[in-house]
């Protein structure tokens, strides 16, 4: 019998060791979906579930790791900011410098998951596993896929292939990178993908698997005087003149600025005007498209495709989504607003 049993325990991926034996994951809460109910005062989900009760629900997860939880946040990711940013990094930092501790695990709204994980991916110091995880159905409702899915961050979070692979997000079970992965529906609960190069790997009851690693990782630490500049999207579309990014200057507090252009980058003669009153006053600029898989490059010559925006010192995004590539910028500007060294992060 106890051989049978020992076998069962290596099928299923269940530790039959004492429960000081098990790994140690530490939870950081955010708030989100995964954490919501239905509040028929409001009549509409508000987050209000705790990082320990969404673990309560969930006791299989004893069978496999210890976990302790931490509250960073308990609020709808729309509400993210930088600064909550930092302070989520810094703590995960704390949290993995801690031998005992094998991985982290964020439970986030899916807003704006994949910026927060990207985040992460580029101010972790640790190898060892960042998974952010959510989920697209409130925790009230009868078929919600959060349970489920922090359940698979766990697994992730412990396994020992996961190790140097930068943050991670774990839905559907499927585990994408953070610095390739984004959302795809409003609603359907395989709402992450890599559109372009596909998932690195599956979790599920029968263990974790990984097919491939993301390559193009890069870490830039945090000081501890470290503070996030601002950095604002604009979008190009047909007519756009520029007009937004003058009321963004004239505010005066415009520390960097990421265009959302059109195909390969480009945008339209007026608003390259724009563009280059920016460049003028030293801020940095970085060229990222709107269209949702390839790179941009510096094809075309004339005003306002790519050659024209580099020549007055634009970044390329490379294959960035506008929203990650602000997410770099932000980082990299506290380093340095030299195109030159600018684009050596963008093109890492």
């Not at 409003?186 to 790997?201: M, S």
């Not at 005007?273 to 990222?288: G, H, L, M, T, Y």
């Not at 490379?318 to 060294?341: C, M, Y």
């Amino acid at each position: 019998m106890r051989a049978i049993v020992a076998c069962l325990g290596v099928l299923v991926g269940v530790h039959l060791g004492s429960a000081a034996e098990l790994p140690l994951v530490k939870v950081l809460s955010t708030g989100g979906t995964i954490a919501s109910r239905y509040d028929p005062v409001q009549k509409g989900f508000v987050p209000a579930v705790s990082g320990e009760q969404l673990l309560e629900g969930i006791p299989e997860i004893k069978a496999i790791a210890r976990v302790e939880v931490e509250t960073i946040a308990t609020i709808g990711s729309s509400d993210i900011t930088p600064e909550i940013w930092l302070k989520l990094a810094r703590r995960a930092n704390e949290v993995l410098a801690d031998p005992a501790v094998a991985g982290v695990v964020v439970t986030h709204g899916t807003d704006t998951m994949e910026e927060t994980a990207y985040f992460l991916d580029l101010t972790i110091t640790s190898q060892k596993p960042v998974i952010v995880v959510g989920a697209q159905r409130a925790a009230s409702i009868k078929d919600t896929d959060g349970p489920r899915n922090l359940m698979n961050a766990i697994r992730v979070a412990i396994s020992p292939e996961a190790v140097g692979k930068g943050a991670m997000i774990v839905m559907n079970e499927e585990i994408n990178a953070a610095r390739e992965v984004t959302k795809t529906s409003t609603l359907d609960v395989g709402t992450f993908r890599t559109l372009e190069f596909g998932k690195l790997g599956y979790a599920s009851e029968e263990g974790v698997r990984f097919y491939r690693a993301p390559l193009r990782r890069q870490t830039i630490p945090l000081a501890a005087d470290t503070r996030l500049g601002r950095v604002e999207i604009v979008m190009h579309y047909a007519g756009a003149d520029g007009a937004l990014i003058r009321a963004l200057l004239s505010q005066g507090k415009l520390d960097g600025l990421v265009i959302a252009g059109l195909g390969l980058g480009h945008v339209s003669g007026a608003m390259f005007d724009a563009i280059e009153e920016v460049r003028a006053k030293n801020i940095p600029v970085v060229i990222s498209t709107r269209v949702y898989t390839g790179r941009v490059l510096p094809l075309y010559a004339s005003k306002g495709s790519g050659v024209s925006l580099v020549k007055i010192g634009c970044v390329e995004a490379d294959n960035l989504s506008p929203q990650k590539a602000r997410v770099l910028l932000l980082l990299a500007s506290t380093r340095t607003k030299d195109p030159k060294e600018l684009a050596n992060y963008f093109n890492h």
